[in-house]
């Protein structure tokens, strides 16, 4: 059976890809982020997300693998990924197929604005 979580821009397997097919596995953990490409992504901010995976998985260690660790490490990287946003790493992708703004409306400059954030 395949373990997983999923969130809205999360998706993690206790899978491995292979032939592009996940394969079950108890001990790979395949990490898919922004499927709907949601957002702009730099090279630096996704891989910090990486590393984040990375630490939580880290600090899980020795837990069962369960659907609900899964699903408290997908949380945590949600987290993760609104304070990039928040923070301006990350921006919305506005050529998304759609637009949701799950993570809060875009934030739009204005020379009216200027210097109020």
């Known amino acids: 059976m395949l373990v997983k979580s999923t969130t809205r821009h999360v998706r993690i397997y206790a899978a491995e890809v292979n032939n592009n097919e996940l394969v079950p ?9 922004d499927p709907d490409n949601e957002f702009n992504w730099s090279d630096d901010s996704l ?8 630490d939580l998985v880290e600090a899980s260690g020795g837990q069962d693998l369960s659907e609900y ?8 990287l949600e987290h ?10 990350i921006s919305y992708n506005l050529g998304a197929r759609v637009l949701n703004y799950s993570m809060g409306l875009p934030r739009v400059e204005s020379p009216e604005d200027e210097g109020k954030y």
Do not use: A, P
């Open 25 to 33: 596995s108890n001990s790979v953990l395949t990490l898919d982020v």
């Open 47 to 54: 891989q910090r997300v990486y590393r984040k995976f990375d």
């Open 69 to 76: 660790n899964l699903r408290r490490i997908g949380s945590d």
């Open 80 to 89: 993760f990924i609104r304070d990039l946003l928040q923070k301006g790493q």
